[in-house]
């Protein structure tokens, strides 16, 4: 049976605020816990000596004194692990619990101080000092009593914790004390506020305190209360709108019709079974359509889900256009779309042959049509599928530097949306269009991922069977689609999307393939839009020719059309203000319409001259002349480089004149000519950057001639590396280097020997026109380019060794 012992306050009790002497008294520390005078409260007893502590009181009518500890998670507990300020209790009775603990009922009587420590061991004992409060109520005491009792009513009413019984005690406390205290041991507050409280010994002092710590917390239910009503409104308008929406649910069904949510669900399945999607799609789908149809039409999902359903549904899984495998149909479409162009054409008519003879068996091919600006690589891919019967669709790739604008991106996203390879396929309606990715050469890389990366699964026969777009989460066939990129140049676009790629080059154009562009294409296309097809119109070949030479210098014909677009211009002004239509333009009419001549170089020199020699470079809009300068004055051997040339060009020429000074006997140069004069090379156009080998026997061409006063033909153009032994190293861009020499009246091309086979891309009537001479050795060179005045006021070339002309 449990012990128990009746509350009672000790009579006798001496009425001074603090004892004068201390007294020896048995100590009970507790945890999370303050005990205040007045009040009842269970203590769990753990420790054994508080246990022996609790039972001594017990047994001799005594009192302990309970008192925090300022660290709860502490289990040994010393002196000074204690609060100062702690509460005398009277035990009431003692209860045995479960776990083995004690649970003591205690009733604090008063503040006590702890002064020393007597002993720890077997119970803790401490010498204290009894506090006892006296107050004179005053008028100010009693309005500040009054004024805490209404605020700790107020809070009775909004926190459901505090019992109304606290209320009551609060009510009947006559003293300033006991009313803090009553009121401070209902608020929910820490240990560490409660001790403070508990250490104010002033009692105005500490219901002043405690009407703070109340209004504070007053505060807070209040504003609790608040945001509960409001949250409480809202779920209750919510409930209210969803019965009334069953409601008409009900009368729509009884009167036979539907909600718009039920129709667009209806809607959502019709067209599911008849998009005939794949099984493992269709089977997404229906999960989908079910959680759509379980939702309430406010759901912020329902517009995700719909969205994400709208998009499986709308691609084209299976329709596909049939392909028209006519080649003599399709050879005559790109011709008359395309002049020229004859390795894309014949590569487009094995595809269809190869369609044609085994459908099943073949795989769509990956293009990539690289060229300079200009020259027709995206007109062609529309070509393609107009001579296919395909549908043309088209996709830049320029400045994308997020791979999510390929794949895609999550659902979890918000706006998220699939990727841009995805989007087109449903923009074509087909499996197997025409699908250009334009300009592939200028993806960028960034943190948001690497676009050529993604476009790595997409343009892999291997793997596009099931190419995965993070938003469909679902594999889509492009097995079936034809991919053509395009690119300017190929060095940007990362090796292993390179090798997927099936590179076909689309060159520059020579003149007359301008001059036949034009006349076929450029002028009926103007004279069209500007209203003058109609009116006799006409250009003459001179009138094209001078538009192509003086105001245009490019390898493909955009800037060829703008000028005939200004020329057509200029001819519209005069047939609308005057009347006056010109049936022939004529050359000296296009100097009036575009003004003065805009290119005069690089063209040939005027004559042969010491020390200057011809070359030529390549661009990414073809390729140009270069003229290579060298001059010799007075100095201390220095070689000086200008014209912005790069490292490696740097290099070539250093390598010349180490070529040179080990051939000066045979040159009949002396020994050290270098040495009391400066050489200096300069490559005219400074502000273009300049670089590459391929000028190596240029300059030593210049050099040469400067030291040996040997002209250099001014009708005989070169290319190619140099070695220090004077050998003649293969170079790159062939093509293009040749196109830019006969465009300036190049009748004679140097170049090394292991290019001749790269001369099968040159088209047929440049290579007619210009004279090639290949080349191993700085001496074959020399033999050509090098002119010695005959007597009779004719040059003579200087033979150093036999080349071979072509």
Known sequence: MPRRRKLVRPPGAPLSTEAAASIEMPVVPVRETVLFPQMVAPLLI??????????????????????????????????????????????????????????????????????????????????????????????????????????????????????????VAAMNAEEAGALADVVVSSLPLTVAQRQEVLEVLEPAARLQKVNILLARELDVLELEDKIQTEVQQEVDKTQREYFLREQLKAIQRELGELDSHTRDVSDLRSRIEAAGLPDEVRAKTEDEL???????????????????????????????????LDLRRAAQVLDENHY???KVKERILEYMAVRKLAADRMRAPILCFVGPPGVGKTSLGRSIAQALGRKFVRVSLGGIHDEGEIRGHRRTYVGAMPGRIIQTMRTAGTVNPVFMLDEIDKIGADFRGDP?????????????????????????????VMFITTANVLDPIPPALRDRLEVIEVPGYTQEEKLEIARQFLLPKQLAEHGLASRGVRFSTSALEKIIVD?????????????????????????????????AI??????????????????????????????????????????????????????????????????????????????ASPLGLPEKFHEGQDIHIHLPAGAIPKDGPSAGITMATALISALTRRPVRRDVAMTGEITLRGRVLPIGGLKEKVLAAHRAGIKTFILPRKNEPDLSDVPSGARRQVQFIFVDHMDEVLSVALAVPARDGQREPVMLAGPVAR
């Open 551 to 583: 105001y245009t210098r490019e390898a493909g014909v955009r800037n060829l059309e703008r000028e005939i677009a200004a020329v057509c211009r200029k001819v519209a002004r005069r047939v609308a203000e005057r009347g006056d239509v010109p049936h």
């Open 586 to 663: 004529t050359a000296t009419a296009v100097v009036q319409h575009l003004g003065p001549v805009r290119y005069h170089g690089p063209s040939p020199e005027e004559r042969d001259e010491v020390g200057v020699a011809t070359g030529v470079y390549w661009t990414t809009s073809g390729g140009e002349l270069a003229t290579v300068e060298a001059t010799l004055m007075a100095g201390k051997g220095n070689l000086i480089l200008t014209g912005q040339l790069g490292d490696v060009m740097k290099e070539s020429a250093t390598a010349a004149l180490s070529y040179i000074r080990s051939r």
């Open 340 to 342: 020229g162009l004859s």
């Open 46 to 167: 753990a420790r054994d000596r508080s246990l022996r502590a609790v039972e001594e009181a017990i047994g001799t009518e005594g009192t302990v004194v309970v008192v925090a500890q300022r660290d709860p998670e502490k289990m040994e507990v010393e002196f000074e692990d204690l609060y100062p300020i702690g509460t005398e209790a009277i035990v009431g009775r003692l209860l045995k619990m479960p776990d083995g603990s004690t649970n003591a009922l205690v009733q604090g009587q008063r503040r006590v101080r702890l002064v020393s420590l007597v002993r720890a061991e077997p119970v803790m004992r401490a010498r204290v000092i009894l506090i006892d409060e006296t107050v004179e109520k005053t008028l100010a005491l009693e309005a500040l009593m009054r004024a805490v009792l209404a605020l700790f009513e107020k809070l009775t009413k909004l926190n459901s914790e505090v019992p109304e019984e606290a209320y």
């Open 452 to 480: 050529a990366a993604a476009l790595l699964e997409a343009l892999d026969p291997e793997q596009n069977h099931a190419f995965s777009d993070h938003y469909l989460d679902a594999p889509f066939d492009l097995s079936r």
């Open 290 to 324: 079910r959680r759509l149809e379980s939702m309430p039409s406010i759901a912020p999902e329902v517009g995700v889900i719909r969205t994400y359903l709208d998009w499986l549904v709308a691609l084209p899984w299976h329709k596909a256009t049939e392909d028209h």
